[in-house]
């Protein structure tokens, strides 16, 4: 595609329920980053990953967010048992092996009720 | 990762010259400066990188000192649409071991008319 593609745009759930954010990355990008971005605040980064490269976890706030990504392609970001302070943005970002310009989705916004 | 300083606003008018400076007192040698934009409600995008000296593209220049503990972005002759929000990060973007973009609260930039 033309640029990074993130669904849903909007998500509302009920606390305790899990979610997934999908992220569809630009053709032939190996870099793949999830970024938080809480109301008024900076990016936090949460999870990258790089080619075939186990992914750098060290954002992961907790065991109950996970991310899985097939081969160079699509990467699926998972909440589990979803608490409120889980409402943010959740950005994705892919980029060429190398750079550092990243191209970001124009992110979902989850809400927590 | 080397940690950055940088100013939480700044107001401006059209026409002028906007300078943001960035502080990275412990900047590695094998780091880059790079500066992305964010609009409200839109994921941030990548403005400029440079490594030491001067960087100018289409956009904006990018002012690095001898001892690159600091780096200044210069927008010449802001106009409105230039309000957003301006981060600075530091690292190996480069495709070394270390891949993942550190974003801080970043400076919120007004224009006014």
């Known amino acids: 595609g033309a640029g990074v593609s993130q669904s849903p745009s909007n998500k509302v759930t009920e606390k305790g329920k899990d979610v997934e954010l999908r992220c569809d990355p630009i053709?032939?990008?190996?870099?793949l980053y999830w970024y938080r971005q809480r109301l008024g605040q900076g990016l936090e980064f949460l999870i990258y990953?790089?080619?075939?490269?186990?992914?750098?976890k060290s954002g992961l706030p907790s065991d109950r967010f996970s991310a899985e990504r097939t081969g160079e392609s699509v990467s699926t970001l998972t909440i589990q048992r979803t608490q409120q302070e889980d409402s943010a943005v959740y950005l994705c970002?892919?980029?060429?092996?190398?750079?550092?310009?990243?191209?970001f989705g124009q992110g979902t916004r989850l809400t927590v009720v | 990762l080397a940690k950055t300083t940088q100013p939480i606003s700044m107001d401006s008018y059209e026409g002028q010259e906007v300078n943001i400076t960035c502080s990275h007192n412990n900047i590695a040698t094998n780091d880059y400066i790079t500066w992305y934009q964010q609009f409200p409600s839109q994921g941030p995008r990548f403005i400029i990188q440079?490594?030491?000296t001067k960087v100018t593209n289409e956009v904006a220049s990018l002012f690095i000192p001898a001892d690159r503990k600091s780096s200044t972005l210069s927008l010449p002759r802001v106009s409105l649409s230039d309000t957003a929000v301006y981060y600075c990060l530091v690292g190996d973007g480069r495709g070394s071991t270390l891949g993942r973009l550190y974003f801080g609260r970043g400076t919120q930039l007004t224009v006014w008319p």
């Open positions: 440079g490594y030491k």
């Open positions: 970002a892919s980029s060429r092996t190398g750079s550092a310009e990243a191209f």
């Open positions: 990953f790089q080619g075939n490269s186990a992914p750098d």
């Open positions: 053709s032939g990008h190996t870099a």
